[in-house]
């Protein structure tokens, strides 16, 4: 009689990967209509004061054609995107400064890409294309340089203090960092980088400072909210190039927590589960959560001919529980190597 309660896991087990895939594309679905369903009343509400603000232009000024006037709007709103300014086209105030191209460049280097500065001309488009060919993966290839110069000081060094002092093991002392290194991070560059926006950008809520830090680190950059763009140009500047070095660091530091939290035993386990298992290489770092057997022959006993040797196997513990485990234990292996007797 096959145990219903062993039969549903390994169905699950078994499928995985199409049962990931096809909730991703539900939860696609269920985003986008909780957005539409969220933001389509404000659109809706936006829409009917925009209409209504033209109509109440156009009786109030009838030699201007309702035509000439939506030439003015969508050049305005053109310019208006690409942040030339509008209110103050009488000023000789410029955008395409070195520090707002030095943000222009950082941000395409990051894909981030707020899309409220773009090459006008030809030839800058060109040149963004070109530049952006090398200088997206000599920036990948950059950060992910010094990710790995930042894991062994960040994260090896602190789960082997906790596994060395706290008698952890490797499993606990990696969730504890993670999550130590999850909260710091998230105060460091999300909490305390949205205070400062509040105090800096009088307009902002605390959710839209938030929401701005977070629309930066994750690369979506949307362009909705940007620093500076009521105030003076010096304070814009000065804005745009803390935004610049906020963009480098805050990527290699994400970087650093993602690789950590892959590395847990728990993700790793369910990567696993999901992709079924696989042979390969025994991490060092579980080391200690495998024991090695007991039993082995000395290298020395020779019986007609041949050296039976007995490799040391690891085994998982019998508290682990991994989804490579078949229905039965494996057998103890004996590995024989055969010389020749001179």
């Known amino acids: 009689m096959v145990n219903k309660y062993y039969v549903c896991p390994r169905f699950c087990r078994g499928r995985a990967f199409c049962i990931m895939v096809v909730s991703y594309v539900l939860y696609i679905i269920f985003g986008g209509l909780v957005f539409m369903v969220l933001?389509?009343?404000?659109?809706?509400?936006?829409?009917?004061?925009?209409?209504r603000l033209r109509l109440l232009f156009l009786e109030q000024n009838r030699c201007l054609q309702e035509k000439r006037l939506d030439q003015l709007l969508k050049k305005a709103l053109f310019a208006g995107k690409r942040r030339i300014a509008v209110l103050d086209a009488d000023a000789d105030e410029l955008n395409n400064d070195f520090t707002s191209s030095l943000f222009f460049v950082t941000t395409y280097l990051t894909t981030t890409g707020y899309g409220n500065t773009v090459p006008l001309s030809d030839e800058g488009k060109v040149f963004c294309v070109l530049y952006c060919l090398v200088g997206m993966p000599l920036t990948m290839l950059l950060m992910s340089s010094s990710t790995q110069r930042l894991l062994p000081f960040v994260t090896h060094a602190p789960v082997c203090h906790l596994q060395e002092r706290w008698g952890m093991?490797?499993?606990?002392?990696?969730?504890?960092?993670?999550?130590?290194?999850?909260?710091?991070?998230?105060?460091?560059?999300?909490?305390?980088?949205?205070?400062?926006?509040?105090?800096?950008?009088?307009?902002?809520?605390?959710?839209?400072?938030?929401?701005f830090c977070f629309i930066s680190l994750s690369t979506i950059g949307l362009g909705d909210y940007l620093p500076g763009r009521t105030r003076s140009l010096t304070v814009r500047r000065g804005l745009e190039f803390a935004t610049s070095c906020y963009l480098l660091l805050g990527l290699v530091v994400l970087l650093v927590v993602l690789e950590t939290m892959l590395n847990l035993p728990q993700i790793r386990s369910l990567v696993r589960f999901v992709n079924g298992p696989r042979e390969g290489p025994l991490m060092g770092v579980d080391m200690d959560e495998l024991v090695l057997s007991e039993s082995s022959l000395s290298p020395g006993n020779q019986e007609d001919g041949l050296d039976i040797v007995e490799v040391s196997q690891y085994t998982m513990h019998i508290s682990t529980i991994s989804p490579s485990i078949t229905e039965e234990p494996p057998a103890l292996r004996t590995q024989f190597i055969s010389s020749t007797v001179p």
């Open 39 to 51: 933001e389509k009343p404000q659109e809706r509400a936006l829409l009917a004061e925009v209409r």
């Open 169 to 211: 093991s490797y499993a606990q002392a990696a969730l504890l960092h993670a999550g130590l290194l999850l909260t710091c991070t998230a105060l460091l560059f999300f909490l305390l980088p949205a205070a400062g926006l509040c105090l800096l950008e009088r307009d902002w809520s605390f959710l839209e400072s938030l929401y």
